[in-house]
């Protein structure tokens, strides 16, 4: 996974608050956002992604999507007694 966004995330190598953002990496033309979920040791545990295609994903659409991903990704920490990013 490396060089992706779900693995960056897993790696806790975020871009956006609390989110990563890879462009064209496995996939060309697509555009894939991540948010980590941890437990609670703290620990990266699962990601929650959206990918879809570049050109509808203009850096609004990516801070709307990836605040969203950030909201679900810390509601599945608090259930798992981890910390929300």
């Known amino acids: 996974m490396a060089g ?3 693995g960056a995330a897993l790696l806790g190598q975020l871009d956006e608050p609390s989110v990563a953002v890879a462009k ?7 555009t894939a956002i991540t948010a980590p979920v941890s437990d609670v040791n703290g620990t990266t545990v ?4 959206a990918v879809g295609p570049s050109v509808r994903m ?5 801070t709307r999507y990836g605040e969203q991903l950030r909201v679900r990704a810390a509601e599945l920490s608090d259930l798992l007694g981890g ?3």
């Open 4 to 6: 992706t966004a779900a």
């Open 58 to 62: 203009p850096p609004r659409v990516i």
């Open 24 to 30: 064209a990496i496995a996939t060309e033309g697509a």
């Open 83 to 85: 910390k929300s990013a």
């Open 46 to 49: 699962a990601a929650l992604s």
